[in-house]
């Protein structure tokens, strides 16, 4: 991948000519696969490529929390309002170690929570589509939860140290998250017509927009290039998502639902599926913030971070007084 990325992205990749000694000599320590730790030395520009990718990663998990939270007080059973109440919980957790990982490069949580209050910072474009039905829990954990262990299990073995540990038990919990979406559409997919047609509008309105998370197509991505080099991409947008679109497929024929893509084949010859063609200015739309639910997710995100001023201040309080009572010791 490296070679073609750098091929295609040959202007943004930073040429070995233009390196001194110690750069020289990080890229070798990328290059032989050894680990970077938060300690090492690292230049300026992959602390900022791993700030900013890291910290979006970490605030998609926290709004991803939003589409599904909106279900929990409708959950059809016990059994799965538990499910996906822990499913949220989890979320949650990943956000927490992804924004310790980035603070491991120098920033501060509150730098990052301002950006992405300020709707400077982005997130993934997947989590401003509203769930409509139950079905929506069904296809986000199948399809988005589905995408993110693809685009993240080759992140556990990225340079940088601290986010592909962190990747490890996020990736475990993923799948767990994509097994019960799985069940949530056979479950529908096997019920009354009414629910076998709730299974396919999901499945509907969720796989372009899920198929959208790769990001850009390759031609088109700015960082795969030098990311690439630095080993903090392992695959391109194109072939991971090449990847979900084969492996679901299948899935897809096993529910008994259709794709919603008239140009969808099966190519014998290379073994893949060949697909439509994305919209990319929906994806464009969204990333400026014009999505169904943008203004909804970040209004929902800050009135949450303003109504615990009290907490923390309250917990800084108790710090304080507590090392104030250890000095005086
Ligand atoms: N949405 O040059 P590239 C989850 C931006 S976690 C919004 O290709 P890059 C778990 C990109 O940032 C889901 N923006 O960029 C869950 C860049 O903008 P910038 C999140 C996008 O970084 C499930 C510009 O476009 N996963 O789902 C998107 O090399 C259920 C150009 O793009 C991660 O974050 C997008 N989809 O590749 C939680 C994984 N795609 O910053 C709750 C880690 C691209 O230059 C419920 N991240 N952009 O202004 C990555 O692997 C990469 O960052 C990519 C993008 C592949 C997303």
């Known amino acids: ?70 279900w929990v007080t409708r959950a059809p059973t016990l059994k799965r309002k538990s499910i996906l109440l822990a499913k949220i919980q989890d979320e949650a957790g990943h956000g927490l170690y992804l924004y310790s990982a980035a603070e491991t490069l120098g920033v501060s949580r509150d730098d990052l929570l301002a950006a992405l209050h300020s709707g400077k910072a982005k997130y993934s474009s997947i989590f401003n589509y509203p769930t409509l039905s139950w079905a929506d829990m069904g296809a986000i954990g199948w399809l988005v939860d589905g995408s993110a262990i693809i685009n993240q299990i080759p992140l556990c073995r990225c340079s940088y140290g601290p986010y592909a540990r962190a990747m490890i038990r996020v990736c475990k919990e993923e799948s767990f998250h994509a097994r019960q979406g799985y069940d949530i559409m056979m479950s529908l997919c096997k019920g009354t017509p009414e629910q076998k047609a709730m299974a396919q509008d999901a499945l509907n309105r969720w796989w372009w927009p899920s198929l959208m998370m790769f990001g850009p197509s390759d031609a088109a991505s700015v960082n795969s290039a030098q990311s690439a080099q630095w080993r903090i991409k392992l695959f391109s947008n194109d072939e991971l998502r090449q990847r979900m679109v084969d492996q679901t497929v299948p899935q897809i024929e096993y529910l008994g639902l259709t794709v919603p893509d008239p140009d969808l084949k099966f190519n014998a010859e290379t073994g893949h599926y060949e697909f439509g063609e994305i919209d990319w200015s929906e994806f464009n739309n969204v990333l400026k913030g014009n999505g169904p639910c943008n203004r909804e997710r970040l209004q929902t995100r800050v009135k949450a971070y303003e109504d615990g001023v009290w907490f923390r201040d309250a917990l800084l309080a108790y710090a304080d007084k507590q090392a104030a009572v250890k000095a005086a010791a």
């Open 1 to 70: 991948m490296y070679a073609q990325m750098v091929e295609t992205g040959l202007k943004n990749v930073r040429s070995i000519d233009d390196m001194g000694q110690e750069e020289r000599a990080f890229q070798a320590r990328i290059d032989e696969g050894i680990k970077i730790e938060a300690k090492d030395w690292m230049p300026d520009a992959y602390r900022k490529t791993l700030i900013r990718q890291i910290s979006q990663h970490a605030h998609s998990e926290i709004v991803g929390q939003l589409p599904e939270g909106n």
